[in-house]
């Protein structure tokens, strides 16, 4: 939840937004919007406000939350089906999130039956129900891991999570340990892909060693791209800032003007 000062902020960028798409907020809506907008934080809301510029139209609380909210990690319905349909496999090692944990359960029994048409009717329906009501209490994603039987599996499904930002590796690292993946436990191959999270190379036989290959050239390459759009993203930042704070000292003026006139 946003603090004094944070709401504060919020207030003032709300005014500089509405000017900057063609629109006045009187004083009063201005305090129900942050009233409605506080559960979030203030980085997403001032990315929020950001896609609303870009987006025009007019400036309700519907909007913001529509850019806020998707923000929040939480996979689409039919992103969520595909992650729903592998962890129906009891083989598969799965990371999910609770709402589509919960989903699966809504439509278990209808997917058991080998009715998918239905089974994926409900699974959306519910799905789409539980992210509602989770956003609507500003509730963050929380993804954790489904086990599946086959051990080499789970280590490759973790790594994945951490690789896709998911999961932190800190958190991966404690599943590995609770699957008691050590070197007395695992093969030379499980190890080496165990090796991926904490960047331990290890030697693995030919087949997976090709595999891993491939792995550690997404990751390198997924870093690259993560850096260049983190200068690319510091840079609209400060450009935004500066326009920010131009558009706030002018509401700023305005509103004090209001309230010498009332």
Same mark, same amino acid.
């Given at each position: +939840?946003l603090n004094?000062?944070?709401q504060?902020r ?11 798409m063609?629109?006045?907020l009187?004083?009063g809506a ?13 980085p997403v809301?001032t ?13 309700t609380v519907?909007a ?8 929040d990690?939480?996979?689409?319905k039919d992103?969520a089906?595909?992650?729903a349909m592998?962890? =129906?496999?009891?083989?598969e ?10 989903? +699966?359960?809504a439509?278990s029994?209808?997917?058991e039956a080998?009715d998918?048409v239905?089974?994926?009717?409900? =699974?959306?329906?519910?799905?789409e129900?539980?992210v509602?009501l ?8 929380n993804w954790?891991?489904?086990?599946g039987?086959?051990?080499q ?5 973790i790594?994945?999570?951490v690789?896709?930002?998911? +999961?932190p590796?800190?958190?991966a690292a404690?599943?590995?340990e609770? +699957?008691?993946?050590a ?12 090796g ?5 190379v290890?030697p ?9 290959e ?5 990751i ?7 850096e260049?759009?983190r200068?690319?993203?510091a840079q ?7 326009l920010?704070?131009?558009?706030l000292?002018?509401a ?8 010498g006139?009332a």
């Amino acid at each position: +939840m946003l603090n004094n000062d944070q709401q504060d902020r919020l207030l003032l960028a709300l005014f500089a937004t509405a000017e900057a798409m063609g629109q006045q907020l009187t004083q009063g809506a201005a305090l129900l919007m942050v009233d409605d907008l506080r559960d979030y934080d203030e980085p997403v809301l001032t990315a929020a406000l950001r896609n609303c510029r870009m987006e025009g139209g007019r400036l309700t609380v519907s909007a913001i939350l529509k850019h806020a909210q998707a923000a929040d990690g939480r996979p689409g319905k039919d992103e969520a089906w595909g992650i729903a349909m592998a962890a =129906f496999d009891e083989r598969e090692t799965v990371v999910l999130t609770d709402e589509i944990r919960a989903a +699966m359960t809504a439509a278990s029994a209808i997917f058991e039956a080998r009715d998918k048409v239905g089974a994926r009717m409900a =699974f959306m329906s519910a799905y789409e129900r539980l992210v509602t009501l989770a956003r609507g209490e500003a509730k963050a994603v929380n993804w954790s891991v489904s086990l599946g039987q086959d051990p080499q599996g789970r280590a490759v499904a973790i790594e994945t999570a951490v690789h896709l930002k998911l +999961m932190p590796p800190e958190r991966a690292a404690l599943y590995l340990e609770d +699957m008691a993946i050590a070197p007395t436990a695992i093969t030379q191959d499980g190890l080496a892909i165990a090796g991926l999270l904490s960047g331990d190379v290890r030697p693995a036989s030919p087949g997976i060693s090709h595999k891993l290959e491939a792995v550690r050239a997404e990751i390198k390459k997924g870093k690259a791209a993560a850096e260049k759009a983190r200068r690319k993203k510091a840079q609209a930042d400060r450009v935004d800032t500066y326009l920010r704070k131009r558009k706030l000292r002018a509401a700023l003026a305005e509103l004090k003007s209001e309230r010498g006139a009332a």
